[in-house]
Structure formats: structure tokens, C-alpha cells
């Protein structure tokens, strides 16, 4: 693998309603010089949605991607967690079956893709923290995040099924990324609780339910925001706040990528950070940011 | 057969072998061909008779090989059947009996290593076949061996004082036999003593178990080890060796009468704002409990037998900081002694019994039903706590806030019947959280909300406790919890905890308000329960129990000779449960000592003197210290009586001078040989039909 340098799988909704989330992702791997170069004509995972098909065209939509990244050789870096577990899922079939690897492999040759052995999927997380380290990501701070409480929520895909660089229950690099750059992680126990998912449309009560309750214990533990790694999550958790339960009040809860937050602390300027996607409006946090900002 | 009745006229040592091929029912007869594998082995050489039978293990069984035996002449005998550990001992008596050596009896293990395990019915009865095959050239070798006698020592360790353990030594050391107890915690009594009530009785736990525990410390023929470690242990049946360490208390035992003046005035509380409310009443806790307002100084409970305190030195300001010393002031007698070290001994019995208990799981791991996080969820050992009329509250059932709960959530299974954790289920638990809940209704106007997968209630008595908690007004949801939470929907849960559950019988979810919710944890090995067993040669299973040698006809003894297990070391069971194990395995110890000498396998190891070169590799190398060296004649002798027949020193001997009796190299090779002999050798191709002559 050459050292610094991934391929950049963004997904469709890093082009789409998560568009923040892939413009602050490419200026943190610029600021801390890393390479991010986004994988030629990939195509979209498949989902959840697509899982549901005939296993071998779901695979086969991934390996797709996993083949054509496997011929540059670089990681394959990704942001959304259901793109993340959607390809390891494929990677893991692939080398567990080899039934399915071939049946795969042959339709993939008809579309003229060869399949050789995969590439490794890594979280954007898994780089920052483990590839990265400490010391680069502090060195790369300007604007501290002081004072800021941030409550670190993951959501459910980027431990599982797959817990291959943080702890299933009580993760933990989202916090590490974020104190290293001057925050500090409240106590938080619903990290890797369900926000409601897809259930949103259709199940509407109950999904809003499920994000209710880890925004309002993000608002008891103190928080200032909820910093999240997956679109989804930020969809449910930012859109719906106006339906939740008032028991103390309506909920006023900004909810940024952490990867926002990372790039503010990086010195990117608050207008840069494309805060005005979100629905709920953000004036608080922008004012606390830039009152930590002018303190400095 | 020319050879019937009367007297054969046989050449001595030539070997005239009997096969017996059991049925098992149908465990072995319904996978594979028992006929064609007694056919089989009656071609094979040296065999002069073979059978199958139905039941070879039972009378009729054991009859035949005996009248095989005077009738034929045999002085070789294969039953091919189950496991050894399960009747080569009955097989091998039946041919004593008739006459025969008992080391020429050879088992073929066709049940457990084949027709359980091969699918296939040609394969499995191709298989047995080998098997049988690899017996009967083995057997063919086997030499006449004579059992060996060992003394007993009239003496048993009891490692763990719990309920199991106390229980034992008074058994033992009320048939006048000696006994040590062991115990590593300050104080015997084990988890029982943390107990209020006990189920489904309602009897005070205290009440049953303190007399027993001083009865066992003032026994003329117990010795009491109390905060002791086993160290070593080395030795075999009869003659165990055991390295004690004695734990430094800093307190002086003779000096000390336990007036409680140290562990009074010793500032070190663990000062959280709920243990300072909760001070009110007894001060003394465990230290597994985590509401317990323990000092460096302090003493288990005020029944702690000895009643001793102990200075926990990772905690105490004076061994931080040299300074403090206000136990060492308080105390008038002098007591306090901050120079003690641990000292060590050796003790030698004849007997062992493991009685080391369980750990209650931690329910931090379950992050989701917020133990440690959330105030007012507790655990059952906790509850107990709380309720014992000598603890913090006097025994009332009490908030973080000092306030009486309204309601409260008994949360079954907690880490018990989930794949997370331990997927087996720990037994008391049920009845331990409906004894909870009967404690809770009777000392409080609350309700109380039982979220349970199965209600399991098979003892005596147990279900009928199971309704009668029920008529008390208890309500039972069938639904496991699955999370608590403290974030409101509304304004009425707003300070409540939630317990979020599906109800299986309604089908729907549910999600309850409390004001306390008790997680019902269950029971985990002891940590140092896979040490523990290295050192005593005993195993445990995949749920980290100690294995029995039988998991119903021996469930007290273990695969190594002279140690046995009680209470729940061995899997999870309730006190009468313990109990009664307990009586099992001191009754075993006991006919075993009562003996004075028991006999033991004839196997051991033989220096060929001859091709001996006097190396002396062997000697250091043996466990048992049972090679000697002769210096005048420079050869190694094994002295048989001690020889445990490991085999080390066959291993190790690089004039291959050494024979371990039993497992020879000619033995084992003709094992081989018979297991690798070509097909059509061990199954006589099908006669065709209509020729001449035929087998037996
Ligand atoms: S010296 Fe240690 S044990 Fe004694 S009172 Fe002080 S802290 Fe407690
Ligand atoms: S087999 Fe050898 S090493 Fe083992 S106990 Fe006997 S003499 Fe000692």
C-alpha cells in the first residue's frame, strides 16, 4: 500500500444530501496531506435496499467496485457507514464462498471488470485514527474546539457486523479524533443505538421515536452538538426534531459529520463548512465555535 | 474349534483373545453392522471366539465373557463397546472374576469415536471395524500387570470456605478425619453470607449459616486457612503436597478480638454521595458489592468468621504514605502490625476437595441496561445487600435519594441465556428475583414488574413459591428487558427509568416507568478457575466449569484420582443443591481414607538396567521424584510405588531404556499395525452363493 495515498469511494449520498460530508473529508485529508483520489466510474453499492436481491447480483454490484479498486492497489477509504458495510459484506463472501466468488467473477468479466482478490475497505475513522495517529492529527489543529461538547454518536454500521477497529458497544476513535482536536466527549450511551434508519418513511412514530431518545440524552449529558459519521443518521436526527416529544421542551440539537468539526478545528472557515444543509438551525453551535475561536 | 470343555490343552502365553461387540441398544447397532464386525473380528488372528451382543455391560453381558473365558481358555478379552472411562473398569472386573488378568482386557471405543460421530453406515461399520481390528493386535501384547496399593492420607484439603465448602469439612471432620480449609477471603461463609432471605423458604440466610461456620472454626479436627492462596500442589491420590500462603492481614491474630476500633476510624470510605446516605447502619461490606462503604481497615461482615479485620494494602494511606496510623492508634491491644509478611507452609493430605464457588457476572457489560451509569439500577447481590438487616439501610429497601421506590423492574437473565455472555442458563436465578420480589412487596407498598424469558422453577417447592409470588400481586411480563433507559417521552416518565421490553405473550412492545430497577445477574466460573485447575488436573467445560468425571453418575468426582468437586465450581445450583453435593463428595473422600490403602493402576515405568547408560537424564525430569539413581550399579531405577506412570521418562530416555508397563512401543505399533491392516484382511469377501465350506 503507498503510504498516505487512498482511493475514494464517496457513495451516492456524499453526492447528494451528504455533499458536507464529502467536501469536509477531502479538505481534512488534504490539510493533513493525504491523498484521496476518488475511484473511477464506481457505481452505487447496492444498500440495503439491493442486499435483499438474489445474493449474487448484490454481490456482484459491490465487486463491482472492490474489483476495480483492487486494480489500483490503494485502501479504498469511505465516509458512510452503509457503503462501508455493504462492500466488506461483499469482500466477505467473496473470500468465504468460493462458489459465489466464481459465479460473480464470471458476470463481472462479461461486464469486463476483473475481479482478483478484493482491496481493504477502511472507514474514514479507522484512517484518521489508526493510519494517521495522534500527533499528526494535533499538530494539523488551529482553532481548538475548547469548550465545545460534543456527543459522539456512530450509529449502528460501522461496528456491525463488522467490529474491525473499534468496540461494538462503546466506541471510542470518534471521541479520541475529537478531544485530539480540543473538544470534549460527554458521557454517551446510545452511540451505536439505532436512529430509526429507513423506518422514517414508512414507520414514522417509531423512528422518531428511536432518534428522540439519543438526542435527548445527548441534551442531558450536556452536549452542544451530536456529531455523527453517517448520512442517514444525520438525516433522522437533524429533520425530525420538530415531531419529537417536549418533555423538556422542543429540541434544539445540531447535528454535524464529525468531519465538519474536524475541519474547523483544521482552520476551515465556519461558511466553508456547508453547516447551512442542516434543517435545524445551527446559530448556536456557530456562535459557540466562533466565540472559542476569538478566545483562543 | 477343537477346544471345549474341560481343559484346553493350550501352549501358555500363546494368546487366545475373545471379542464382544455391543448393540448399546441401538446407539451403536442402529449406525452400523454389529454382525459383520463380530465376523470380522472372529477372522482375525488369535481370535478364538467373537460376539455381539445387545448389552455387554449388563449381568448377562459381563456373564458371557466370564463363561467364554473357562470355557475356551481365553486369556485375552476385547469388548467393543463405549468409552472406556464409562466400563473398562466393569469389563475388566467380569474377567478378573473368571480368572484372567485384568491388564489383558482391551476396550475398542466404537460408540464415542465412531457410531456417534460417522454418518455413514458402510464408513462407520468399516471404521469399527479398524478399531476393533487395532484392539485385538493391541491386546494380543498386553502383559500381565498386578495393581499397585497406595496409602492414604487420613487428611483432606477443602479448598473454598462457601456453604459447599463448610459443608464438606464438618462431614469429613465429624467421621474424625482431618481437615484444612481453605479459604482465600478474609472470612469463610462465601456468597451466602451476603444472603437476607433464602428461597423459596424465606429462611434467614445468616441465621442457617453462622452456626455452621463457627462450628467449623471451633472443630478439634478442622484447621481453618482463612485469606490463604494454594500455591503448588504436587503429589497423587493419597499423598497430596499443597503450598499455602498466608496472607498478610497487618492485624495480629492472636492479639486481635475483633472490637472493630480499627476499622472504625479508618478515613478511607469510598465516599460517594449515595454511600454517604446509606451510612446510617452497619458500615461493612464486600467488596464485590458495589454499594458497600469499605475502608483499607475493615471486616467482610460482623458474622465473618474468623472475626478478624484486614488491611487492604493497595488501598491504605499508610502504606502510601507512611503516615495515617490511626488504626495502628485506635487500636488498644496492639493489634495492628504493618510489618506482617506473608508466611507459607505445606500441608500434606490424602484427599482433595474443590468447593471454590462462582463470580456473579458484571453487569457493566451490558452497557445497555445502564448499571454503573443510571442511578438506581442495581444488581440482585446488591438487593441482598440492601436488604440484609445488618446492612447500610438496616434492611430497608431504599433510593439513591434516601426515598422508598414506588415500583420497581426485576430484570431476568442477565448475562445468563444470551450469546454475548454466557449462553448457559445460571439456574437461581428465577427463583433468587421472585424471592426478590416477594422481600419487596412485603417491606413495601410498590409495584413490582417481572420481565422474564421462561419462568423456570424445577425444585421442590419452587413452584408453588412461583404462584404464591404471583397471588401476592406481582406482575410478570414474558419478555426479556432489553434496555433501560432514563430519557422521558412524557412528562409522567420524566425521573423514571424506563425498561424497554417485548412482550412475547401480548406481542407487543412495551415500555414500563420504575423507580429502581434490579438486574437479575447470573453466575461466571471463578476467573482463576482455569489456573486452579491446571495446578489440580482438572478441566473445565466450555462454559468454564470444572468437569465432572461423569455428568450423572459421578458428578462430584473429577478425571483426576482423589479430588472432587461441590457446589457450584461445577455449574451453577442453589444452596441445598450445594449442599448435597457437598455430602457427595465428602462421603467419596471419606471411603476412600476409610480404607487406610487403595490399589491403583498396575501401569508404570521399568529401566531396562542393561541398556541403561546411566545418563541420568530421567532423574531431575520426573514429577514424582521417583527415579533413583544407583550410583554402585550406574543405572536408573523407577521406584513403582511412587511412579504415576506420566511417562515422561520414557519420552525423554535417549537409550530408549525406559518401558512405560502398558504402553509399550510393540503395543502401540501392533495397534497401528491392526488399524491400518488393508480392508479385504479385516472384512472376508461375500461368499458367492452356493460354494462350498464357509466362516463360523
Ligand atoms: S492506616 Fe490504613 S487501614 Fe489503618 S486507618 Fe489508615 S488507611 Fe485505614
Ligand atoms: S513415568 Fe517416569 S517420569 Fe513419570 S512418574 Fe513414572 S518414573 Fe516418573
Known sequence: MNEGEYTWYPGCSLLGNAKSYDTTTRQVFELLGLSLKELDDWNCCGTAAYSGMPLKRAIALSGRNLALAGNIGKDMATACPACYKVLLTAQNYMSENKLLKEEVCAVLREAGVEYTNGVPVRHILDILVNDVGEQKIKAAVKNPLKDLQVACYYGCQIVRPYALFDDREDPQTMDRLLKWCGATSVPFSLKTRCCGAMLMSTETDVAVELSYQILETARRAGADCVATACPLCLMNLDGYQDRMPQVRGRMHMPVVYFTQLLAYAFGIPVNKLELERNLEPVDDLIAKLEGGAVNV | MSETNGSPEIKKDEPRIGVYVCHCGTNIAGYLDVNKVAEGAGALPNVVVSRDYKYMCSSMGQELIENDIKEFGLNRVVVSACSPTLHEKTFR???????????????????????????????????????????????????????????????????????????????????????????????????????????????????????????????????????????????????????????????????????????????????????????????????????????????????????????????????????????????????????QQDTYRDIEVGTIIVATGTKVFDAARVKELGWGRLPNVITSQEFEILCNASGPTGGQILMENGEPPKSVAILHCVGSRDENYNVHCSRVCCMYSLKIAHLVREKLDADVFEFYIDMRTPGKGFEEFYHRVMDEGVIMIRGRGAAVSDVPFTPEEEGKLMVEAEDTLLGMRRRVPVDMVILAVGLEPQEDAMDLGRMLGVSCGMSGFFIERHPKLAPAMTMAEGIFLAGTCQGPKDIPDSVAQAGAAAGQALALMDQGEVSVEGFFAEVAEDACSGCRTCVPLCPYRAIDFITDKNVARVNPALCQACGTCVAACPSSAITGQGYSDDQLVAELDGALLPLSDLFEEPEPVGAPGGGV
Not at chain 2, 473454598?160 to 481453605?182: H, M, P
Not at chain 2, 500462603?245 to 486481635?256: G, P, S
Not at chain 2, 475483633?258 to 479508618?266: A, D, I, K, T
Open chain 2, 93 to 339: 472386573a467380569a474377567c478378573s472374576r473368571a480368572g484372567m488378568n485384568q491388564y489383558q482386557f482391551q476396550m475398542a471405543n466404537i460408540r464415542e469415536h465412531c457410531s456417534w460421530v460417522t454418518k455413514d453406515y458402510a464408513k462407520a461399520t468399516e471404521k469399527a471395524m479398524r478399531i476393533v481390528s487395532a484392539a485385538t493386535h493391541r491386546v494380543a501384547r498386553n502383559r500381565a500387570l498386578e495393581e499397585r496399593k497406595v496409602t492414604i492420607k487420613p487428611a483432606t484439603l477443602v479448598i473454598g470456605g462457601g456453604i459447599a465448602g463448610i459443608e464438606a469439612a464438618l462431614t469429613i471432620a465429624n467421621a474424625g478425619k482431618k481437615v484444612y480449609l481453605l479459604e482465600r477471603e478474609p472470612s469463610i461463609g462465601g456468597r451466602m453470607a451476603y444472603f437476607d432471605k433464602t428461597f423459596p423458604t424465606l429462611d434467614c440466610a445468616a441465621c442457617i449459616l453462622t452456626p455452621k461456620m463457627s462450628e467449623a472454626a471451633n472443630h478439634p479436627n478442622i484447621e481453618l486457612l482463612a485469606y490463604c492462596e494454594l500455591e503448588e500442589l504436587s503429589g497423587y491420590l493419597g499423598n497430596f503436597k499443597a503450598k499455602i500462603r498466608k496472607k498478610a492481614r497487618y492485624i495480629d491474630e492472636d492479639l486481635c478480638v475483633g472490637c472493630g476500633n480499627c476499622w472504625e476510624v479508618c478515613p478511607q470510605w469510598r465516599s460517594s454521595e449515595a454511600v454517604k446516605k446509606r451510612k446510617a447502619g452497619v458500615k461493612v461490606f464486600h467488596h464485590e458489592a458495589t454499594i458497600s462503604p469499605m475502608g483499607s481497615c475493615y471486616i467482610p461482615t460482623l458474622q465473618a468468621v474468623p472475626k478478624l479485620p484486614v488491611i487492604e494494602k493497595d488501598t491504605c494511606i499508610h502504606f502510601k504514605t507512611g503516615k495515617c496510623n490511626k488504626c495502628l492508634e485506635a487500636c488498644t491491644l496492639g493489634a495492628v502490625n504493618f510489618d
